[in-house]
């Protein structure tokens, strides 16, 4: 069994302040672990993944995330906010069974409603 | 290469009238899933096609059917819908890349109304 919890349904930074948004996970397994942005009235767009490789992990629009195994987190971050950054963000986790050829079951945290103030 | 489409992108319906939802990938992805997203609740998953010929269900499957039509499609259908059914349905698509990786692509979703 997996989940995921992200830690604030709602976040407030201003402008060109630090962004971070927590995650933490339980797996049985190695996970997988996903960043996702939802912009107002669209899909989710993939921002970074973590598979085992390197655990600071860097995505589109600046963001990055650190896989730590010990704390079981995997918290997003982006040193300067800007106001295009105002999103919802969902963190996932995931593990495959390479034994397995069915599909990877996701499973999402409650997602965490960046604001950016001016 | 238009990604993930979903068919249609709003609808509102009455307590159980039925309807599919459809959705269709470009990406010659093996596997698809339908996702309900409410709020608070992140995304759920609601059945999945791990490829042509298989579905299975996912956490939140009650009143709910599903059809892979072929690779490229998956349907989602409400026999009789519910109010419980409000929400957001977003379909995914992905493919294994590698042994341990695999990414889901997401559509535009439906939002859907049900009185």
């Known amino acids: 069994a997996q989940s995921v919890t992200q830690l604030g349904s709602h976040v407030s930074v201003s402008e060109g302040a630090l962004v971070l948004l927590r995650c933490n996970y339980s797996?049985?397994?190695?996970?997988?672990l996903f960043w996702y942005v939802q912009y107002p009235n669209q899909g989710l767009q993939l921002l970074l993944k973590y598979t085992s490789a390197a655990t600071l992990v860097k995505g589109i629009n600046g963001f990055e995330a650190e896989f730590k195994k010990s704390e079981t987190s995997f918290h997003l971050t982006k040193p300067s906010a800007h106001m295009s950054d105002a999103a919802e963000y969902f963190c996932?986790?995931?593990?495959?069974?390479?034994?397995?050829?069915?599909?990877?079951?996701?499973?999402f945290g409650g997602g965490t409603r960046l604001m950016v103030k001016p | 290469n238009a990604g993930v489409t979903q068919t249609p992108k709003f609808q509102v319906l009455k307590t159980g009238q039925s309807m599919t939802l459809q959705c269709a990938q470009d990406m010659n992805h093996n596997s698809m899933y339908w996702y309900r997203q409410d709020p608070g609740m992140g995304l759920r998953l609601i059945y999945y096609?791990?490829?042509?010929?298989?579905?299975d269900k996912g956490e939140v499957p009650n009143g709910y059917n599903v059809s892979r039509l072929n690779k490229r499609e998956f349907s989602l259908r409400l026999e009789s819908a519910a109010p419980s059914q409000t929400s957001v349905y977003f379909c995914?698509?992905?493919?294994?890349?590698?042994?341990?990786?695999?990414?889901?692509?997401f559509g535009p979703g439906t939002r859907l109304l049900v009185l």
């Open positions: 797996s049985s397994v190695p996970p997988y």
């Open positions: 996932a986790v995931t593990s495959i069974d390479p034994y397995n050829n069915a599909g990877n079951m996701l499973t």
């Open positions: 096609s791990a490829s042509e010929g298989t579905t």
């Open positions: 995914a698509s992905s493919i294994r890349q590698g042994m341990y990786q695999e990414t889901q692509y």
